[in-house]
């Protein structure tokens, strides 16, 4: 392990401080709700249709809905070409928010149908599992669909046993420091956090640090997802 | 506790998540739910206040089916005893044959000399199990099949916008258009007429849609209505 300490970050960012966050409900009209997440140079396009038929039939579940989380990144989305269609990676992170996704939202009151919930990124600097979970999450709102709360997502790493919020591109890159990259997503009102992974190495009390220190983060998140959804429909009181 | 708090003016929009009152002082209604002392939103709509009951009032989403609803719907299928139709929501509806018609329909008859594939139908929600399923009847006034005429689709959630209060917005359209007009609760328009009055109701319904939020709707569209027809309407507006 290196010595040298991660005492200033790359983009001279505070060490509790995300890239700059964007959100905005409703941006694809066919769509029964759709949202934009951006944070930095992460973007990401959420759609939500449904509740409609599943088809086929044998896939119904007569006590609850299902949900359906699709994560792609678009081709020209990174440095390097992204080569279209399911790859094991998109695999994996459209399973993960769907089970993110999951506690919050109240199926049962869609027996037999599906929510198609379809995640697509259009450009991507660390962080695009965290900013589609967000999407999708201010999406459902948007849909009408009914679910407990929001689901907030960000990114935690520890450099060098320093913790720090929402990692950057660069940040995941570093060679020649410790890195670990630890998606976080949390349900607000119960704290409870439905998406934890980790990709390198931290011990224990770092872990449980990080995530103590991104819990006020993710908090200003939901407050920015909320207020993109009521930015949407200011002004529509009465009949 | 005892008494509650209201945390959100009446008419608010709500977000997912997002507390409405804290205390025992209040009751959660549809859209809500209790956990704890506070009552927290479920859904994104505007929030209504009866005496102590708290509820949302969707602003989006997809038609669910209610009991008592007139609605439009599509013949999409013949089943053995009656019909299934399309009724732009996650269930389909079923026509009973004992409730398609006035008259005495055998066992055996043919059902497509009542509604073929494709039909169009104004009928209303007789039933509406836990399941979903939905029961409909053509027995009734002004419930029987469409014939002619053109079909359009709007947000389920404008259409009392559509119709106004006691009918005057929707009345002042059939007689500026002279088209005959039909508002399914499902957001499925049926307008017959001339041709080009056909096209002005078109524009006046998809500007109520548009603009269902603002003040002085009813005169915007009479006066639309006046520009496009060329008549004087003798309507008093009370918005």
């Not at chain 1, 599992?129 to 679910?147: H, N, Y």
């Not at chain 2, 419930?143 to 359009?152: P, T």
């Not at chain 2, 003040?215 to 915007?220: A, D, N, Q």
Request: charged share 25%; aromatic share 4%; glycine share 8%.
């Amino acid at each position: 392990m290196m010595s040298s300490e991660y005492n200033k970050r790359l983009d001279r960012r505070g060490f509790d401080e995300t890239r700059l966050i964007e959100a905005k409900a409703g941006v694809i009209k066919k769509a029964d709700g759709s949202a934009m997440f951006r944070i930095g140079k992460t973007t990401a396009y959420a759609a939500v249709y449904g509740p409609r038929e599943l088809h086929p039939k044998h896939l119904q579940n007569p006590k609850t809905g299902i949900l359906r989380c699709n994560y792609n990144m678009m081709p020209f989305s990174a440095e390097e070409r992204v080569r279209p269609g399911p790859s094991r990676r998109s695999k994996e992170i459209s399973m993960v928010t769907e089970k993110a996704l999951l506690p919050v939202v109240n199926l049962e009151d869609y027996p037999n149908a599906v929510v198609d919930v379809f995640i697509e990124l259009t450009e991507t600097d660390a962080g695009s599992r965290c900013a589609g979970i967000c999407a999708a999450s201010i999406a459902l709102a948007d849909a009408g669909i009914t679910m407990k709360d929001m689901v907030s997502a960000v990114s935690v790493g520890v450099i060098n046993h320093q913790i720090v919020v929402d990692l950057d591109g660069e940040e995941e890159h570093l060679t020649n420091l410790d890195v670990a990259d630890i998606p976080i997503a949390m349900v607000p009102s119960t704290e409870e956090i439905t998406l934890l992974q980790m990709d390198g190495k931290a011990s224990k009390e770092e872990l449980l640090k990080a995530i103590e220190i991104v819990k006020p983060v993710l908090r200003r998140i939901t407050e920015t997802q909320r207020k993109a959804l009521k930015e949407k429909y200011k002004g529509q009181g009465g009949l | 506790m005892g008494d509650g708090k209201l945390l959100v003016k009446e008419k608010d929009v709500v977000v997912p998540g997002e507390v409405l009152a804290t205390g025992m002082g209040y009751l959660p209604g549809h859209g809500t739910y209790r956990d704890d002392n506070k009552i927290i939103a479920n859904r994104l709509g505007l929030l209504i206040v009866e005496g102590k009951v708290l509820k949302t009032v969707p602003l989006t989403g997809r038609y669910l089916p209610k009991k008592n609803d007139v609605i439009i719907g599509k013949v999409i299928d013949i089943l053995m005893s009656g019909w299934k139709l399309e009724i732009n929501s996650p269930y389909p509806a079923v026509l009973p044959l004992k409730d398609a018609s006035f008259s005495y329909i055998a066992k055996d008859a043919d059902l497509t000399k009542y509604f073929e594939l494709d039909d169009y139908v104004v009928m209303k929600i007789t039933n509406v199990t836990s399941q979903k399923l939905v029961d409909v009847t053509c027995k009734g006034q002004g419930l029987h099949k469409l014939r002619g005429g053109r079909i359009i689709h709007v947000n389920t959630h404008k259409v009392p916008r559509i119709i106004g209060k006691k009918g005057s917005m929707i009345s002042m359209i059939k007689k500026a258009t002279n088209c005959k007009v039909i508002v399914g609760q499902n957001g499925i328009v049926w307008i017959s007429g001339e041709p080009e009055m056909e096209l002005i109701t078109v524009n006046a319904i998809k500007m109520i849609e548009e603009q269902s939020h603002m003040s002085g709707l009813t005169e915007k569209v009479k006066a639309y209505l006046e520009k496009a027809t060329g008549k004087k309407l003798e309507i008093s507006v009370k918005d």
